[in-house]
């Protein structure tokens, strides 16, 4: 019987991306660019904590398939950021997201080419440390092997924006060492700066930064039943001296949601995406753009804050975290609506 590796010397089909691309667009992925896994290996994003394809894998990482299916406008329109509904819709559709991907991982092997799957959903749990602060990111960052796939550049607060969807998809990414033209990164960011800064405006932890985002903040919203919460919620229980009240504990809401996420992972892989859904690059804004136009969170001090970033650049002030993403934020921002 021939082994694994006889078959893929033995079955490989010619394949090049346009045949990748139409299959994915078949399964229903909306955006679809390739990555060259040599240049990511060499640009890694937080190179303190280097998250690469060779670090996957040795043999099937030469590519990158990044995969993005668009959130339903629906659920975008729905403007309280801990929504449960919102939370539920946006799961399902990473559901449908992760079996395409797995539908094209088959599609190329069974081509000889073998493939392994990326999902934003997986963490090494060897990076573990005790503790709860903080989110631990999955094997690759996502929204910056979409850069490098071509499909859109960082924003303000280090999120992917498209210009098809703006922030407004989710995104997997499929290794593989079949023979695919890689596609160039775009070069110009399309994102509005802080003259725009609505994401910074919305966000209700407010957690946007100048180029950056304090991501510990920002978990405990983006994931607002995971980790963190449901080992609270046990301390809580275990730390309450009263039977009666520790029983109630079992049956309340705080419990109820944690049963349900723990259930479908809504509320621990969705959660928050305000700054997603505000953001008006995208030719889907306009579409979206009479339910967010308006953004109840903002305040006079963010607006101030933003009003000093924009003097910044305007004095050729950048800080620290642009030059570090550079990369992926592209050169300076097109001017906003009032410039
Ligand atoms: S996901 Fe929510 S909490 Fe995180 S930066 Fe965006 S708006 Fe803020
Ligand atoms: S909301 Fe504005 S500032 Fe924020 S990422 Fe989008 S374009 Fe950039």
New binding site residues.
């Given amino acids: 019987m021939e082994s694994g590796t006889d078959m893929v010397a033995i079955y490989q089909e010619p394949i090049d991306a346009e045949a990748v691309k139409a299959r994915a667009r078949e399964l229903g992925i909306d955006l679809v660019g390739i990555a060259d896994g040599q240049a990511m290996d060499a640009h890694p994003p937080d190179p303190d904590d280097p998250r690469r394809p060779m670090d996957i894998s040795d043999y099937d990482a030469d590519r990158v398939v990044v995969l993005g299916k668009r959130y339903t406008a629906g659920t975008t329109r729905l403007t309280r950021?801990d929504e449960r509904h919102k939370y539920y819709n946006d799961e399902l559709t990473l559901t449908a997201l992760e079996e395409a991907s797995l539908e094209l991982v088959l599609w190329l092997e069974d081509r000889g080419y073998p493939a392994l799957i990326v999902p934003p959903t997986h963490v090494d749990p060897m990076r573990h440390d005790g503790g709860t602060a903080g989110p631990i990111g999955p094997l690759l960052s996502l929204d910056h092997a979409a850069v490098e796939a071509g499909l859109g550049t960082l924003g303000l607060?280090g999120q992917l924006i498209t210009p098809e969807f703006g922030p407004r998809v989710l995104l997997t990414a499929v290794l593989t060492s079949a023979p695919l033209a890689a596609d160039a990164p775009m070069t110009q960011s399309l994102c509005l700066g802080p003259a725009c800064g609505r994401?910074l405006l919305?966000?209700?932890?407010d957690?946007?930064r100048h180029w950056d985002?304090d991501w510990a903040?920002?978990e405990r919203?983006?994931s607002p039943h995971g980790f963190a919460d449901l080992a609270e919620h046990i301390g809580r229980i275990i730390d309450e001296p009263d039977p009666l009240r520790k029983k109630a504990m079992l049956r309340s809401k705080a419990q109820f949601d944690l049963w349900q996420s723990i259930l479908r992972g809504s509320g621990v892989v969705t959660?928050?995406?305000?700054?997603?859904d505000v953001c008006p690059v995208g030719a889907d804004y306009p579409a979206l753009q009479d339910a967010l136009e308006e953004i109840p969170e903002a305040t006079a001090d963010k607006v101030q804050r933003l009003a000093e970033m924009v003097r910044a650049e305007a004095d050729g002030a950048r800080p620290e975290a642009h030059a570090r993403q550079q990369r992926w934020i592209g050169s300076p921002p097109a001017a906003g609506p009032e410039d």
Avoid at 202 to 205: I, L, S, V, W
């Fill in positions: 950021w607060n994401c919305t966000c209700p932890a957690a946007v985002r903040a920002c919203l983006r959660g928050c995406r305000r700054c997603q």
